[in-house]
């Protein structure tokens, strides 16, 4: 009081070395983070996109060397933030263009970035493509509204600025999406048909999409056509032979299991035999480490080991009596097992994967049962033809001509594993599109048409309002031609004079769906060239891409507590209960 000033007292909240970032330049920190996320999956987008070559060898990661040095990825990345721990992908070497797996692998740490990883995962599970998409568009809207964060407009605005345009671009999508019936089956499978090969087309397959979209479609119109889960097909890989020798089998296809002596004894080809699926152990076990059995005399213990063959021998005759000439197991079928059923010309196959038990049984009828117990011909089911085949170095179980077939099977071939990985995630993706297409039976065009026909919607739509959101509603549509810029760039087009052109053509009425024509260099009805996607991708895209950004948007502090990181440690560094001491309640 004596004329010195008051001094305010330091309030200290948080516990020592915590990191807190906040304001302007933490929201700008996040939308760097994000963008140079995007980058790293920019120039896989589209039929002329690269791929990502991605080796985990004792901590070493190469990608295949970019034509502009200046321009390579990882220098992308830390020009303007860290956000990548190491390069050392687990999971050993891969080959990729999907945007997805690409982003999965990498061991991304910043917190703004990872929104963007979880956006390209909940696209793939969702629709299962578009993955690239969306996180260059959630990384455009970013970049646009950059420079309107820096000169001090309220975030609030943009995102509700944001979410106005989504809605108006979703809206309009689903009002430009053509619905096609199922009247005519031939015409609906060419529908099914051109979406698969426009989702291959930015594939490593796509020299070969003529021959896989009939696969794909094949095996989408094996499934229930009520549920449509995916997980019914199944797709192995057999390294050797080329790319046309990938069969389907109509049935389900597995591996050959472990087996025991007895097992080449066995017929391997049956017609029309009976299937029994179990989940029982068929061999003698050894006693428990822990288990005691006192006996009196000798013969007491020969009666527990006659008690032990008797009762597997029960269980066998059981099986046997039941008819089936096929039984397979979840769990180990011995030897003594498999040489009995080898005598009665019964084939066998134990270990068999919970996932491939569960599609024979879809396949063939029957159940699985738990016991040998009162098996019925209802327990059991069918097949026309079952045979072992030697396929390349590998030799399969096949199940074909199955009356219940609601499951099918894609052997997929090729040269390297790496490259048959990449075969596998292609034909899931376009197993997904015909999926949704069949769901949702309206299709948009593709190849940047779609994207630009909302462009100009929105823009026109903008300069009928009023304000800030007049600002917020045209950086959205000039981030949506991200799409067609960035697919003009992977091609090595001008970028700019097609834009021109797009955009001075669907100002026309006969021009909404005129997009980047690959072959021609120019620009093309794409609806006419049968360049399709399910209108599902686009708008579960653009939602998806619209709330990552207003999340990003949203945050304006960055709190991180280092200790709490460290192992051993709970929230704020505090010792956990329970260990290092007996605290209250600590088992003793």
Not at 430 to 456: Q, Y
Request: with cysteine; proline share 4%; hydrophobic share 40%.
């Amino acid at each position: 009081m004596n004329g010195f000033p008051s001094v305010q007292p330091q309030i200290i909240i948080l516990r020592e070395g915590t990191d807190t970032s906040q304001g302007k330049g933490q929201l700008l920190s996040n939308i760097n983070a994000c963008i140079a996320v995007a980058d790293c999956v920019r120039t896989t987008l589209g039929p002329r996109g690269m791929d990502k070559l991605i080796v985990d060898s004792q901590g070493e990661t190469v990608f295949p060397p970019p034509r502009n040095p200046c321009t390579t990825v990882i220098q992308r990345v830390l020009a303007h933030v860290c956000v990548l721990r190491a390069f050392s992908f687990p999971g050993g070497v891969t080959i990729s263009n999907d945007g997805a797996t690409i982003l999965r692998l990498l061991d991304i740490v910043h917190p703004a970035g990872k929104a963007i990883v979880d956006i390209s995962r909940a696209q793939d599970a969702e629709v299962g493509d578009g993955t690239t998409s969306v996180t260059l568009l959630a990384s455009e809207l970013l970049r646009e509204v950059k420079q309107s964060i820096e000169e001090g407009v309220s975030p609030q605005i943009i995102v509700k600025g944001f979410r106005k345009a989504s809605l108006l671009a979703v809206n309009k999508v689903k009002e430009l999406a053509v619905t096609i019936e199922r009247r005519n089956e031939a015409e609906f499978r060419d529908l099914l048909e051109k979406c698969a090969a426009t989702a291959m087309s930015s594939k490593l397959i796509h020299s070969h999409k003529d021959f896989f979209k009939k696969m794909v479609v094949d095996a989408v119109l094996h499934l229930d056509q009520e549920e449509l889960n995916e997980k019914m097909i199944g797709m192995k890989k057999i390294p050797g032979g080329g790319l046309q020798d990938t069969l389907f089998v109509d049935g389900v296809a597995f591996k050959k299991t472990f087996s025991y002596a007895g097992f080449e004894q066995q017929p391997k080809s049956f017609k029309s035999p009976k299937i029994l699926c179990l989940n029982v152990e068929l061999e003698l076990k050894a006693e428990k480490d822990n288990a005691e059995v006192r006996i009196d005399a000798v013969q007491d213990y020969q009666s527990i080991v006659d008690a032990e063959w008797s009762i597997i021998y029960d269980k066998l005759e059981k099986i046997v009596k039941t008819g089936a000439k096929i039984v397979l197991s979840r769990l180990p079928i011995g030897d003594l097992a498999t040489q009995y059923f080898a005598d009665r010309d019964i084939f066998c196959a134990g270990r068999v994967p919970n996932e491939d038990i569960n599609r024979v049984v879809k396949a063939v009828g029957g159940s699985v049962q738990s016991s040998v117990n009162d098996i019925g011909p209802t327990h059991l089911g069918t097949c026309n033809v079952f045979e072992e085949k030697q396929i390349g170095g590998e030799r399969y179980n096949l199940f074909q001509g199955c009356p219940n077939a609601k499951t099918c099977t894609l052997l997929l071939r090729g040269g390297a594993e790496q490259f048959i990985a990449e075969v596998e995630r292609s034909l899931h993706d376009a197993i997904m599109i015909v999926r949704r297409a069949i769901k949702n039976k309206s299709v948009v065009a593709g190849g940047g048409a779609t994207e630009m026909e909302l462009s100009k919607y929105l823009r026109d739509y903008s300069k009928t309002v009023e304000g800030k959101q007049q600002m917020v509603i045209g950086a959205f549509a000039k981030a949506l031609e991200v799409i067609p810029r960035q697919l003009c760039n992977n091609a090595g087009f001008d970028a700019t004079d097609i834009l021109n052109q797009l955009r001075q053509k669907h100002t026309q009425k006969d021009g909404q769906w005129y997009g980047v024509d690959m072959s021609t260099e120019s620009i093309g009805d794409n609806f006419e060239k049968f360049v399709w996607e399910p209108a599902l991708v686009k708008t579960n895209a653009i939602s998806s891409a619209t709330e990552a950004a207003c999340l990003i948007l949203s945050v304006d502090e960055t709190v991180k507590n280092v200790q709490s990181e460290q192992p051993g440690q709970g929230m704020g560094g505090a010792p956990m209960r329970g260990r290092g001491g007996r605290g209250r309640g600590a088992r003793r």
